[in-house]
C-alpha cells in the first residue's frame, strides 16, 4: 500500500472526507515528490492531528451559527405567541383536532424552554472553546449534543405554533394565521441547515483525551459546584417569573408547573447537556 | 530540540517562515532546516495542520499554482498575519530575555 493510499484511508478513518481530504493528498504527493516518505511522518497520526484540531474548529463553529439561527426562530416565536396572547388564548382543546391542539401546547412550552437552555449552554462552551486549538473529544461530543438538542427543540417548537394558529385559525385573525404558518415553514430552514452541518462536523472524529467537563466549567463566573442546587435556584427563578406574569389568578398554578417542568427537565436532560457529570 | 518544544512554537515560526515570501509547505519545512542550521527538524507532514489551521484563522491564505507539471498549495500571510507575526516576535523577544537572565 502506497503512502498516499495509506494516509487517504486514514482520513476517512477519522471522518475527513470531499474536498478537504482531496486537498490535503494533493498536497501531501506534491510534498512527497520532493521529500522523503519516511520524514513525512506516519500517516495515523498525521490524520488524527487534522482531525483533533478540525473536530473542535467545525463543531465550535457549528454552534455559533446554530444560536443564530435559534435566536431567529426564538424571536419569531416570541412574536407569535404575543399574537396569540394580544387575540386571546383559546383553549387547548378546542382546536379542530383535539389531540393536535394538547401535544402542540405541551411542544410549545416545553420545547422552546429546552431550546433556549439547550442554545444557551451550547454557546457557552463554544465561546469557552473558542481559542482552542484541540478539545478533548468528550467536551466536543457534549458540545454537539447541546446544539442538536437545541435545534431539534427548537425546530419542534416553532413547528408546534404554526400547527397550533392552523388548529385553532377560527380563534385567529386570517392574517395571523397565515403568517405565523409561513413563517414556521420558513424558520424550519435555517435550523435543518445547521442541524446538517451539525452532523457534517459530527463525523470528523477527535482523538484529544479528557473529561466531557459540565456548566461548571463552562460558565465564565466560578460557582459552587452543586448542580442540584443549581437546578432549584433556577427553577425558583423560573417559578418566580411565571408567577409575577400569571397574578393572582393563574401565577401560582403557573409558578408550581414551571419549577416543576425546569426540576424534571434537568432530571431528564442534565447528564445528556453536561450540566451536571 | 525535542519535537514537543518545536510544536510550542510551530505557529510562529510558519508566519516567520512565510514572511519573506510566499512558500508551498515543502518550502517552509526547508526554510525552517535552513535558517535553524538544521535544529529543527519534525515530522514534515506535522506542518500542513499548522498551515491549514492558520488560513482558518485569517492568517495565511493560499491557492493553488502548477509548478514543474504538478499542482502546489502556495500559502502567503495576510495583512492580520504580519501583525499577529509582530505580535509573536516582541512576546518571543521578552520571554527570550528573561530566560537568558534567569539562565545565565
Excluded at chain 1, 57 to 86: D, M, N, S, Y
Excluded at chain 1, 166 to 192: E, I, K, M
Excluded at chain 2, 15 to 41: C, K, M, N, T, W
Aim: charged share 20%; hydrophobic share 50%; proline share 3%.
Amino acid at each position: 500500500v502506497s503512502y498516499l493510499a495509506e494516509l487517504q484511508r486514514e482520513l476517512a478513518r477519522v471522518g475527513i472526507r470531499g474536498r478537504l481530504r482531496r486537498r490535503i493528498l494533493d498536497e501531501a504527493a506534491d510534498h512527497l515528490a520532493e521529500g522523503e516518505q519516511a520524514e513525512f511522518g506516519d500517516p495515523r497520526a498525521l490524520a488524527q492531528l487534522f482531525a483533533d484540531e478540525l473536530a473542535t474548529h467545525e463543531t465550535t463553529k457549528v454552534a455559533f451559527v446554530a444560536f443564530a439561527a435559534l435566536a431567529a426562530a426564538g424571536a419569531a416565536f416570541a412574536a407569535a405567541w404575543l399574537g396569540i396572547a394580544l387575540q386571546g388564548w383559546p383553549d387547548f382543546g378546542s382546536g379542530a383536532f383535539l389531540p393536535l391542539g394538547l401535544l402542540t401546547g405541551i411542544a410549545m412550552l416545553v420545547c422552546s424552554q429546552v431550546a433556549f437552555a439547550a442554545g444557551l449552554l451550547a454557546l457557552l462552551r463554544a465561546w469557552r472553546l473558542r481559542h482552542t486549538r484541540a478539545a478533548p473529544a468528550a467536551e466536543i461530543a457534549v458540545l454537539a449534543r447541546r446544539t442538536n438538542t437545541a435545534l431539534a427543540c427548537g425546530a419542534t417548537a416553532v413547528l408546534a405554533i404554526g400547527t397550533f394558529a392552523l388548529d385553532n385559525h377560527a380563534a385567529f385573525a386570517r392574517s395571523y394565521v397565515l403568517a405565523t404558518v409561513t413563517g414556521s415553514l420558513a424558520l424550519v430552514v435555517p435550523l435543518a441547515a445547521a442541524a446538517f452541518a451539525s452532523r457534517r462536523a459530527a463525523a470528523v472524529r477527535s482523538g484529544v483525551p479528557g473529561g466531557p467537563g459540565d456548566l461548571f466549567d463552562d460558565l465564565p463566573v466560578s460557582l459552587p459546584r452543586h448542580a442540584w442546587r443549581f437546578c432549584l435556584a433556577v427553577a425558583a427563578v423560573a417559578a418566580l417569573a411565571t408567577f409575577a406574569a400569571g397574578g393572582l389568578d393563574e401565577g401560582p398554578r403557573n409558578a408550581v408547573a414551571e419549577g416543576m417542568l425546569v426540576v424534571g427537565c434537568f432530571a431528564a436532560l442534565g447528564r445528556r447537556l453536561g450540566i451536571r457529570r | 530540540v525535542r519535537a514537543e518544544v518545536l510544536k510550542g512554537h510551530l505557529d510562529a515560526l510558519v508566519l516567520a517562515a512565510l514572511a519573506a515570501e510566499p512558500a508551498h509547505g515543502y518550502g517552509v519545512i526547508q526554510h525552517l532546516r535552513r535558517r535553524s542550521s538544521d535544529v529543527f527538524r519534525l515530522a514534515e507532514g506535522t506542518v500542513y495542520p499548522t498551515l491549514h489551521r492558520l488560513e482558518r484563522d485569517g492568517l495565511l491564505k493560499s491557492r493553488w499554482t502548477s509548478a514543474h507539471g504538478r499542482r502546489r498549495r502556495v500559502y502567503r500571510l495576510t495583512r492580520s498575519g504580519r501583525e499577529a507575526l509582530a505580535v509573536r516576535r516582541l512576546e518571543w523577544r521578552t520571554f527570550s530575555q528573561a530566560v537568558d537572565a534567569v539562565m545565565a
